[in-house]
């Protein structure tokens, strides 16, 4: 099997042969930039000498009954990946790696490997399934490997092989020349994302249960809700403003205390409790390039660490955008574990389960940063203009887009019903004459029909009760085109005193009798 560095030249690419399952073993830290720890890592091969090619991770899952599923959404995840960016893998290896202290039966590496022995034999039946053959499974545990594929003890003994010193294989050094470097472990990446456990974080949990008794309400309000956001996103931007101005620290661990020690519990907590807003949120993963990027990592790195006690789940949304922003800088081991903790806190949350996939498949990052760069640009170009921001889109630029496409319709509605109301006032005044006769001609008969005007049984003048500057009293309704109401909800609403709320008695006396006896 070998493993070539990026594409070049054919004379100049640089090609390492690994012979043994030792070599396999120590190069697994140079094929992913990173020592994975309690991790089944699948690697696809292609061509007949075994080039390396696609690889997914996986943290290995508690409960046995979980394997076979995992084994085989691994295989397949492996045999898609190599499909879109490259081709199918003729073959693959496995890695299982976890140490005795992670399950509380195991005292040794061996008891590992023996536990492990159903998973590994899952991810050969799933990769087989899918005619992509398990060359070689090798379980990493205790500065030990195991082969599960070899039944020779004596190259592979039961006791397991010790690893090789680190940095003395020919991939190692072939490494460092090539100028990559191995990156941090697991291990070490966790800590920098994991929560408080000092002192402190009593008085951070105290923080965040005002800032979530003082926000919540609001955020949950509409009139409230734009406020936060807009609140959150001007602090943050400070933060980071105060980040970036702070000096370089090159060990990591004091830079994480040092970074600490410039954001107040109070900051932390409205960052935190403002970004739980899906819209909030979706603005800030903007910063994940150029200048901003470092510092938006810092801080994202820095609240999750604030996400203590009671309110762990909220360290969803600030692990996701340092996952998010780390990816997008190149450092895909960091991305991968601050996803995977994002869905350790909060299994449902959708922004990290769009984003692990395409990370732990090591896809290229660029057609989410187009997306998030058309958002800005259209909310920078909405915010020029002095709008309002809200989820990225102005709503009043939208308004004002429909307004103006809807001018012409309403200037074509109003002409409309400038005409129904010309039309509607010559009704009005030829009824009104109808019915002056019909009265002269029922008084001069006699007829039983017509009633006193001061009798009880008159009917009763149409009235329409209108809340008139909220005086609520009654007001007569005038003839049709003298008086219009305001216009309510669609075109076939109609003014007060409009068809059939006329003078009605007028109506009435109308149809007492048939047109030719009048």
């Not at 691994?74 to 960016?85: I, M, Y």
């Not at 219009?484 to 076939?492: E, F, I, K, L, V």
């Amino acid at each position: 099997m070998t493993n070539h560095s990026e594409p070049a030249d054919a004379i100049d690419e640089t090609v390492v042969t690994l012979r043994t399952p030792a070599e396999l073993a120590d190069a697994l830290p140079y094929l992913l930039g990173f020592q994975p720890e309690n991790s089944v890592v699948l690697i696809a091969l292609h061509g007949p000498r075994g080039r390396f090619g696609g690889r997914v991770r996986l943290g290995i899952p508690d409960r046995p009954e979980d394997w076979p599923c995992v084994a085989g959404q691994l295989a397949q995840c492996l045999v898609s990946g190599s499909e879109k960016c490259e081709a199918r893998p003729e073959g693959a290896v496995a890695f299982l790696c976890q140490e005795p202290e992670v399950f509380a039966g195991d005292t040794s590496g061996r008891q590992v490997m023996e536990r492990l022995r159903p998973l590994a034999q899952a991810l050969r039946t799933q990769c087989g399934g899918l005619d992509v053959p398990v060359l070689e499974v090798v379980c990493v545990s205790d500065g030990r490997f195991w082969t599960y594929c070899c039944p020779d003890q004596r190259c592979c003994p039961p006791e397991g092989t010790p690893l090789l010193p680190a940095g003395t294989s020919v991939l190692a050094a072939a490494t460092v020349y090539a100028g990559f470097q191995v990156g941090p472990s697991q291990g070490r990446i966790r800590a920098r994302l994991t929560p408080w456990r000092t002192g402190a974080a009593s008085d951070q949990e105290r923080a965040l249960h005002d800032a979530a008794c003082a926000l919540v309400p609001r955020i949950l309000d509409d009139g409230g809700h734009a406020e936060v956001a807009e609140e959150t996103i001007g602090l943050a931007r400070h933060i980071m403003e105060r980040l970036a101005a702070a000096p370089p620290i090159p060990d990591t661990l004091e830079a994480d205390v040092y970074d600490d020690e410039l954001i107040g519990h109070d900051e932390a907590a409205a960052l935190i409790l403002g970004l739980q807003d899906r819209t909030t949120r979706d603005q800030a993963a903007e910063w994940m390039e150029g200048e901003e990027a470092a510092p938006a990592l810092r801080l994202w790195r820095t609240l999750a660490r604030r996400c203590v006690g009671e309110y762990r789940q909220h360290a969803a949304a600030p692990l996701t955008l340092a996952g998010w922003v780390a990816w997008s800088l190149g450092d895909l081991a960091e991305g991968q574990e601050a996803l995977t903790m994002a869905l350790i806190s909060d299994p449902q949350y959708a922004f990290a389960l769009l984003l692990h996939p395409a990370c732990s498949a090591d896809e290229d990052p660029e057609p989410i940063r187009r997306i998030l760069r058309n958002e800005r640009s259209q909310r920078d170009v909405a915010a020029a203009q002095g709008q309002q921001l809200d989820r990225g889109v102005c709503p009043k630029a939208v308004g004002a887009k429909q307004e103006s496409a809807e001018g012409p319709r309403r200037a074509a509605e109003t002409q409309q019903e400038t005409a129904e109301v010309r039309k509607e006032a010559a009704t009005a005044q030829e009824e009104a004459a109808e019915a002056q006769t019909a009265a002269a001609i029922t008084d001069s008969t006699g007829s039983p029909e017509s009633t006193p005007p001061g009798d009880a049984s008159e009917p009763q003048q149409s009235t329409d009760d209108l809340d008139h500057a909220g005086a609520g009293v009654g007001v007569r309704a005038t003839p049709r085109g003298r008086r219009r109401s305001p216009r309510t909800s669609g075109p076939g609403s109609r003014a007060v005193g409009g068809a059939g709320t006329g003078p009605r008695n007028r109506r009435d006396t109308i149809r007492r009798g048939p047109r030719d006896q009048r």
